[in-house]
């Protein structure tokens, strides 16, 4: 079973810029045909979905969040990361980062997920 590991800082100060990183155990970014997605729970709430990257690199993200985030894969280190720009108190969460069940597409259904990375943006 693949598993995935989140990474990054615990707190920003609001206005900067998040930049999480997973780590898949395996070299299948691209040969599993997969998307790879970030998924934070905000506090209270349930997951919203952020955006993903597909297996051969495009990208998809959530429309009201389109102008504050990029993903990208480095696939030397079996990594996919998360940047989100210009951030705010309410982007406060645990971020998730999961593997999407789908083959060549989005399904929203996701069959391997991190353990989640509490990040806190302070005012």
């Known amino acids: 079973q693949v598993q995935l590991q989140e990474s990054g800082p615990g707190l920003v100060k609001s206005s900067q810029t998040l930049t999480l990183t997973c780590t898949v155990s395996?070299?299948?970014?691209?040969?599993?045909?997969?998307?790879w997605s970030w998924i934070p729970q905000l506090p209270g709430k349930g997951l919203e979905w952020l955006g993903a990257?597909?297996?051969?690199?495009?990208?998809y993200y959530s429309p009201s969040l389109e102008s504050r985030i990029s993903i990208s894969m480095d696939t030397s280190e079996n990594q996919f990361s998360l940047q989100l720009r210009s951030t705010t108190p309410e982007d406060t969460a645990v971020y998730y980062c999961?593997?999407?069940?789908?083959?060549?597409?989005?399904?929203?259904?996701?069959?391997?997920w991190g353990q989640g990375t509490q990040v806190t943006v302070s005012s």
């Open positions: 999961a593997r999407d069940r789908g083959l060549y597409w989005l399904r929203y259904e996701y069959d391997s």
């Open positions: 395996e070299d299948i970014l691209t040969t599993s045909y997969r998307a």
């Open positions: 990257i597909l297996y051969e690199g495009s990208t």
